[in-house]
């Protein structure tokens, strides 16, 4: 599967920078928005799908280290968008478009090892 994605931009939410938040889509579907808590062991996302378009992934940082969080492709291979050094009580925003197809999301606490991943399914949809 060819995945193509453009990362839209960082914004670094608890230094003073806002960001109007997407809300849902027209007709109430799916919210183009995902608050993503980070813990020393978990990486839980407020939702396991969202439409394909551009997405918000809202990375709060709720441990005691530093964290990262990434979007990668099915296999894991391939970072397709990344936040780093999410310190812990901060937040931080990804903006990333990303078509129809399964991806993996994942927090690495601590900015060391495997991390946490789940399964991230994104369903037809456009902006």
Do not use: H, I, W
């Not at 003073?16 to 996302?45: F, K, M």
């Not at 789940?118 to 369903?123: I, L, R, W, Y």
Request: hydrophobic share 35%; net charge negative.
């Amino acid at each position: 599967m060819g995945t193509a994605v453009t990362v839209v931009g960082l914004v670094l939410a608890a230094g003073g920078c806002t960001q109007s938040d997407p809300g849902p889509s027209a007709g109430g579907a799916a919210p183009r928005a995902v608050a993503v808590t980070s813990t020393e062991d978990g990486c839980d996302l407020s939702a396991d799908s969202a439409p394909a378009g551009t997405l918000t992934f809202t990375v709060s940082n709720e441990g005691a280290e530093v964290t990262e969080f990434y979007v990668l492709d099915e296999t894991g291979g391939q970072v397709l968008g990344e936040v780093e050094n999410v310190g812990p009580g901060l937040s931080r925003d990804l903006v990333v478009a990303l078509e129809e197809g399964t991806y993996t999301a994942s927090c690495k606490p601590g900015m060391a090892g495997e991390g946490v991943s789940s399964v991230f399914t994104v369903e037809a949809g456009s902006d």
